[in-house]
């Protein structure tokens, strides 16, 4: 990870005021805040934030007003305003706890260079990804639509909920996983217990993702609730 970031010093007293001061007057004035603490909590705070993001991370902060005059802070706690993130363009919240409160706001531009995913060619909706239909481009996912997936092999063999145009970012709320049973699909109903375990076939009435609730048609022709599983299996609880 690269931080990058600048803050100009504060102008000190002049030495004409310095000598203007009677003895003893400086000694009581209280110190001032170093504006590079402050930037330097704001960057370790963003560093924390972005560790869990994939690529590479790049920090930038603004740099702060030279003029501003703080009177020096023993615990600085950073933080991010509601409902900001961590990354693109983003404020970090420094606030003073003690002795003296006060607050300043640090502008900051967080970036992601990562590999993600594209569609290879035109995609239409209900089609059944493949290596073919994919490849990766370079960029920064701060500037993308949340949820890019940055990892092909996640796609493969999933279902497109949505038609994508040669190009286009694929993102995970567009994959679906195959059904584990499709609707009017000869099934197998299992039921199991301590030391048994029954079978017979019945036929699936809706389709179901692994994990997800089916009902089944029994042979005899009563309606039976249970759990999809791989391999057209309804597993059933008695």
Known sequence: ???AYSAPLMCGLSLIQFLSFPNGVL????ARQDLRLIQDTAASFLHIQSAGLPGQVEITLAPLDARINLPACAAL???LPSGSRAWGNTTVTVRCVAPSPWTVYVRATVKVISDYVVSAKPLAQGHVLGPADLTTRRGDLSQLPPGIVTNPDRA???TLAAG?????PLRQDLLRAQPAVIQNQSVKLVS???GFSVSTEGKALNNAEEGQPVQVRSASG???S????????????Y
């Open 27 to 30: 000694a009581s004035m209280p």
């Open 77 to 79: 706690e950073p933080s």
């Open 226 to 237: 249970g759990i999809a599983r791989a391999g057209a299996v309804v597993e059933v609880s």
């Open 1 to 3: 990870m690269r931080t």
């Open 164 to 168: 994508l145009a040669p190009g286009s």
């Open 222 to 224: 009563s309606l039976v």
């Open 192 to 194: 199991s217990g301590h």
């Open 156 to 158: 493969f063999g999933r």
